[in-house]
């Protein structure tokens, strides 16, 4: 059964709605610079573009939805938090 393809006016809108969010991300993403390190920072933009793209998944590709992925993405989302708070703080590489 083929599926029926996305006309060129719903494509256009829902890139309408997304640009906001989009833009704003990168905002923030380039701010946080100044707060933080680039591999920090690298980590973190990867765990909250996971869970941006899997919303995106649910709803334009309406995909069902999975426990396991999304207990992936809070695992990812965690270890960068933690990763980020041990890096805040100083972490343990400098201490001898």
Wanted: hydrophobic share 45%; glycine share 8%; aromatic share 18%.
């Amino acid at each position: 059964r083929a599926k029926k393809r996305a006309s060129r006016r719903r494509v256009f809108l829902l890139a309408l709605s997304v640009w906001p969010i989009w833009f704003t991300c990168l905002y923030i993403y380039n701010w946080s610079f100044l707060l933080t390190s680039v591999m920090s920072n690298t980590i973190l933009s990867i765990g909250g573009t996971s869970l941006f793209t899997y919303f995106l998944e649910l709803r334009v590709m309406r995909a069902s939805f999975s426990w396991t992925k999304f207990a992936a993405i809070g695992f990812c989302i965690l270890g960068t938090s933690l990763w980020c708070v041990g890096n805040f703080e100083g972490g343990d590489d400098d201490k001898k």
